[in-house]
């Protein structure tokens, strides 16, 4: 090895290490010469290294004390020199330790766990995301992506925060998507509906292209990119126009005394979607009966799933058949 990559090694390592290893070098150069000056005092070159560092630390315990002329200029030098570099050691690592958390509050750097989910946009709607995947998994990390924000605390809000742009590639990699579990990409409700859809398919194919087979669900505001976002790499597709227009219509009709969205709202919460392969045994059966059989699996029926249409709440003596997928609700 020559002096060329003794020195790239050298200016790669970073301060607090360098600064540790001055320190080390330091303090044992003026134990061993302790130690040749005074044998007798320092018999030990453990003994003069101890001794050096208890005096530069300003701890002196006085179990080594140098007694002649010699030691004592000895210990004078230690004392300029090496407390100096001490106190600038831990005064750089003091430093260095505020400068970690405000990176992590601005969101500068990168995340390196895994199985963690990934929600691109800070908003309403991830914050109040957020508190449920902690209510429900607990162990579960969370990265944010979001351009607009400029600083998360993380004692306020419990999530690894990357500020920058969720299309780049080099934002993507600091979420460490490899190792990721999920992706959910909100919609940005401050631009218009286009803008917004075409954010969030850029968003889709620079995850998908980091990514082959990550589970993406997409929130898309305009019917007409549904099909974009799937070609995109989406796996789902959060349609929030459609749903809420369904949900307001619901509202309208006072003939029937219910609340919609609370009555909804309680059920994504307590509650689990799941679909089913319908087992082999049920095919040719009525509803009733498959409803019967999850009943006591501890799930709930609500419908089947039938070459892509949806069937909810069918007749009790609606015939079951071959690939119907069922459809389920059940505690998380």
């Known amino acids: 090895m020559n002096i060329r990559s003794i020195k790239r090694i050298y200016f790669r390592i970073p301060i607090i290490l360098k600064l540790l290893m001055i320190v080390l070098v330091t303090m044992i150069f003026f134990g061993m010469i302790i130690h040749f000056i ?16 208890v005096t530069a630390a300003t701890v002196g315990y006085g179990d080594y004390v140098p007694l002649t002329t010699t030691g004592r200029i000895i210990g004078i030098l230690l004392i300029l020199t090496g407390g100096g570099l001490i106190a600038f050691y831990i005064t750089s690592l003091s430093t260095a330790t505020l400068k970690r958390e405000q990176d992590l509050e601005n969101g500068r750097l990168a995340f390196h766990g895994h199985d963690h989910f990934i929600f691109v946009g800070w908003n309403e709607r991830t914050r109040q995301l957020m508190k449920l995947v902690l209510e429900y998994y607990p162990g579960r990390r969370i990265v944010v992506i979001d351009k607009t924000v400029n600083k998360l605390t993380y004692k306020e809000y419990p999530v690894h925060f990357i500020q920058g742009d969720a299309t780049e590639d080099d934002t993507i990699k600091k979420a460490n998507i490899a190792n990721a579990n ?4 909100t919609a940005d409700i401050t631009k218009n509906e286009r803008q917004a859809d ?24 305009s019917k007409k990119q549904i099909e974009n976002a799937i070609r995109a790499g989406a796996t789902t597709i959060i349609r929030s126009n459609d749903f809420m227009s369904n949900l307001f219509f619901h509202e309208l009709d006072h003939l029937m005394q219910a609340t919609p969205f609370e009555d909804i709202d309680q059920l994504l919460v307590q509650q689990q979607f799941s679909h089913q392969k319908l087992p082999l045994d049920l095919e040719d059966e009525t509803f009733s009966k498959v409803v019967n059989y999850f ?33 389920t609700i059940t505690n998380w």
């Not at 954010?199 to 929130?219: D, Q």
Request: glycine fraction near 6%.
């Open 198 to 221: 075409t954010y969030s398919i850029m968003t889709t194919i620079a995850m998908r292209g980091n990514h082959l087979t990550l589970p993406i669900v997409t929130e898309i505001l």
């Open 38 to 53: 005074e044998p007798v005092q320092f018999p030990t070159a453990f003994d003069g290294i101890w001794w050096a560092f």
């Open 295 to 327: 009943l006591h699996q501890g799930y709930l029926v609500i419908g089947l799933i039938r070459e892509d249409a949806y069937t909810i709440h069918p007749k009790p003596d609606f015939i079951m058949e071959e690939n119907d997928i069922v459809i």
């Open 182 to 185: 999920c992706v959910l990409i």
